[in-house]
């Protein structure tokens, strides 16, 4: 099995290569090779260390002649310009999500024509592609059937694309599986430009001691998924059979809903009220809008049916982050707490 993971140099490709090579099967295929492609090479040295992981750097959409010169029996999906980034730059969302993610799956589809096995294809769309529309307004819980009406231009590439997977799955060019991502907290690492970056943010940067900043208000509730939570609904949907995963439409992953000052309260409760300290109220109307578009309520049978649920509560999301990322909690109140 050899397989492409697109975005495969930030945190969710890079957990996905970890997770994948610690399995060693795909659909019950031993994994022969890894490529993990993305603007910049993976940071993870141990990950590079392995004989069957490669990558390729370079703007994406230019490098897919190159990527797809050798056949893949699974791509991943995973990159894209995100929120925050979409809205502030037009044309970067285009070329980033729309004009990369069709050159990909032409790509793919040239592979089908010349004889091989349709790849599978696992897109990574996201809880953004809901919104509430004067036409068609966002219902207190969205359920599978629920019409996505995005307000976003991210979240409108989002659609975009699952419309084209599925076309492209019809017509028997791809095997593929779009499933909706919930906001993933905590994220380790830098920032980026996501309007929900600070859902990751309120934490990371608290427990490194650092000073945060809450740009929404404290009431406000949003879908959340683990990191862990999140790479598990991604694999389920890419080994499940074509019948359990049950037509083409994507798939809302399970989320826990939270509101922000529930999430603070996690953290105080964890740690102690010094490592809250450090965050203080900044509205910041841009992503207030932004968040406020998505929903927050899930009730989500079709991923149900596949043996997935959410995260039980935020505090073991946040002890995930804390296990997980040692070298990443220095505030020595959270330290202590936490036995490190």
């Known amino acids: 099995m050899n397989i492409l993971i697109t975005g495969g140099a930030g945190f969710l490709g890079d957990r996905l290569a970890r997770t994948l090579l610690q399995q060693g099967t795909l659909r019950g295929q031993p994994i022969q090779q890894l490529m993990l492609a993305d603007l910049v090479p993976p940071r993870d040295t141990a990950l590079l260390a392995d004989a069957s992981v490669r990558h390729h750097t370079g703007d994406l959409l230019a490098q897919i002649p190159a990527l797809m010169a050798q056949r893949w029996d699974a791509v991943f999906h995973l990159a894209s310009a995100v929120s925050g980034e979409c809205e502030a730059n037009f044309d970067l969302g285009l070329h980033a999500n729309l004009d990369t993610t069709r050159r990909l799956l032409d790509a793919c589809r040239a592979q089908t024509l010349a004889g091989h096995p349709p790849p599978l294809f696992f897109f990574s769309s996201s809880v ?58 905590v994220r380790p690492g830098r920032p980026n430009g996501a309007a929900s970056g600070f859902l990751s943010g309120l934490f990371r940067e608290p427990l490194a001691g650092q000073p945060s900043v809450c740009p929404v208000d404290r009431d406000t509730e949003v879908a959340l998924s683990s990191p862990v939570n999140t790479i598990t609904g991604i694999l389920t949907v890419a080994e499940a059979s074509r019948e359990a995963f049950g037509g083409r439409t994507a798939i809302n992953l399970p989320a826990l809903t939270v509101s922000v000052r529930q999430m603070l309260q996690a953290l105080q409760d964890l740690v102690g009220p010094e490592v809250l300290s450090l ?9 207030k809008k932004i ?39 220095t505030h020595p109140a959270a330290r202590q707490r936490l036995g490190l």
């Open 291 to 329: 968040v406020h578009s998505w929903p927050s309520r899930f009730e989500s049978p079709r991923a149900a049916a596949l043996g997935l649920s959410p995260d039980p509560d935020f505090d073991s999301v946040l002890r995930q982050y804390a296990q997980h990322h040692v070298e990443a909690v």
């Open 128 to 185: 953004a592609v809901f919104g509430s529309d004067a036409a068609v307004p966002l219902p207190a819980v969205v359920r599978d059937d629920t019409l996505p009406t995005p307000q976003s231009s991210y979240g409108i590439h989002k659609f975009v694309c699952e419309q084209l997977v599925a076309d492209y799955t019809r017509k028997g060019f791809i095997d593929g599986r779009a499933a909706r991502l919930m906001t993933v907290s």
């Open 279 to 287: 965050i203080r109220d900044e509205p910041d109307a841009a992503v």
